[in-house]
């Protein structure tokens, strides 16, 4: 038997409302997240050309005559286009909500498209730009936090496992394409790799959006959750915002550590003696293991709530993460990489759940792009740490060991949310 979601102002599972509430749910939603899922596969491929071409990228003449070739540049472009996607999705939510999810996301697709031909320049403002403006402030942008939106608000009985499914968008293409990159790379070099998958991605997600974006169903029980007039809202007890801020700075802790070895797994690979495509073949165990078991976290979490979901695959990918400290083996790294990728994939959806199980659904358009700017922040954030790290110690032991800091604060955050929740639940 599932946990309802919790009634946003009485923290009151929604079963104990004095209603039956019909399901909106239908074969239609599954096609929208799958849908969504193919979208966010082709949309957060590019980044993973600048990840998997790393070295090759930082030794081209033209930044190496400025930068000797540091690895901080390509990671800040890197770092730019998961901050640029996080920021831009709160003003492309508010977009979505207007002009709809289907001109949104062709506007997304068509920015992408354009910042990876700009970054092809390979001058650090060129990616810089590229990257940050075109591929994440106005190119994923319009897809991703629109699309977390857009999906929820087609299921109120399985939202966490159509989540779960839709978000392994990026997973998916981390899965997918590093292989393809390396390969393409490897023959074709980085430009023409980037040139065309960006036509490759516009091709895609224009005909899948016009074809299958249509409107999300209205929940015909939505209104129960307002307050009585002179009623306030709490959340277990405390101010809503309090709670939402203490969920976005966790948001934020938990993907500095997430993003580390995404971004620099392939780069680490080669600098202990373990060959690109190994590296690759790795990279992509670790985001195909996050794509595979984020189903299986998103059953989960339809049972045990989104909060406590969280809670236990932070612990789980701090625990994974300190294993990058002590294997250098390539056995080693693939177990480890499997182990982190279990740890991680839980935590975006379980986030964004949370949200939908503690606030109204009329909050839902400002309130996930925020915490999504939180997430994808502490993921540009992670970035360019490790390779700023790397290229003041040289190696890459600093950069992990600081990722396992920032993972023990996000894990303090929610197991706090999590005891406050038991607590205040107890006590009514």
Same mark, same amino acid.
């Given at each position: 038997m599932t946990t309802q979601p919790f009634d946003a102002h009485s923290a009151q599972p929604a079963s104990a409302q004095p209603f039956e509430k019909r399901s909106i749910e239908s074969r239609d939603s599954w096609v929208a997240a799958t849908v969504a899922l193919v979208m966010l596969g082709m949309s957060f491929g590019g980044p993973w050309i600048t990840a998997v071409g790393l070295k090759e990228i930082a030794a081209e003449k033209e930044i190496a005559a400025d930068t000797g070739g540091a690895r901080s540049i390509p990671s800040l472009a890197i770092s730019l286009a998961w901050l640029g996607s996080a920021a831009g999705g709160i003003l492309l939510g508010q977009v979505a909500k207007r002009y709809g999810i289907r001109l949104t996301v062709m506007f997304g697709a068509t920015m992408i498209c354009i910042g990876l031909l700009i970054s092809t320049g390979g001058q650090p403002w060129q990616l810089y730009l590229g990257h940050g403006l075109f591929i994440g402030l106005i190119g994923n942008a319009g897809l991703n936090a629109p699309l977390y939106v857009y999906v929820s608000n087609w299921f109120d009985r399985r939202r966490g496992s159509a989540l779960a499914l839709m978000s392994s968008g990026g997973y998916l293409a981390g899965f997918i394409w590093p292989t393809i990159f390396e390969q393409s790379i490897a023959n074709f070099g980085w430009r023409w790799t980037m040139i065309g998958f960006a036509f490759f991605q516009l091709a895609l997600i224009v005909p899948l959006a016009v074809i299958f974006l249509r409107p999300a169903p209205q929940a015909p029980a939505e209104t129960h959750a307002k307050p009585e007039t002179g009623t306030s809202r709490m959340v277990f007890g405390w101010p809503p915002n309090v709670v939402f801020v203490i969920l976005s700075c966790a948001g934020f802790l938990c993907c500095v550590t997430m993003s580390m070895p995404q971004q620099h797994l392939? &780069?680490?690979? =080669?600098?202990?003696?373990?060959? +690109?495509?190994?590296?690759?073949? $790795? /990279?992509?165990?670790? /985001?195909? $293991?996050?794509?595979?078991?984020?189903? +299986?976290? *998103?059953? @989960? =979490?339809?049972? $045990? *709530? *989104?909060?406590?979901? &969280? &809670?236990?695959?932070?612990?789980?990918?701090?625990?994974? $993460? =300190? *294993? @990058?400290?002590?294997?250098?083996?390539?056995?080693? /790294?693939?177990?480890? =990489? &499997? +182990? @982190?990728?279990?740890?991680?994939?839980?935590?975006?959806?379980?986030?964004? /759940?949370?949200?939908?199980?503690?606030?109204p659904a009329s909050e839902a358009h400002w309130r996930v792009p925020v915490l999504l700017f939180m997430t994808g922040s502490g993921m540009a954030a992670g970035g360019w740490l490790a390779g700023h790290l790397y290229d003041t110690y040289g190696y890459y032991l600093p950069a992990f060991g600081t990722g396992v800091a920032f993972n023990l604060a996000n894990l303090i955050l929610l197991s706090m949310l999590v005891l406050r929740q038991r607590t205040y639940m107890l006590a009514r």
């Open positions: 392939v &780069a680490f690979c =080669s600098d202990i003696g373990i060959s +690109a495509t190994v590296g690759a073949s $790795m /990279l992509s165990v670790l /985001l195909g $293991m996050g794509f595979f078991s984020r189903q +299986a976290w *998103g059953l @989960f =979490s339809d049972r $045990m *709530g *989104g909060l406590l979901t &969280a &809670a236990i695959s932070s612990a789980l990918q701090c625990i994974a $993460m =300190s *294993g @990058f400290l002590f294997t250098q083996d390539t056995i080693g /790294l693939f177990t480890v =990489s &499997a +182990a @982190f990728g279990l740890g991680f994939s839980a935590l975006i959806p379980a986030y964004v /759940l949370t949200l939908r199980e503690l606030y």
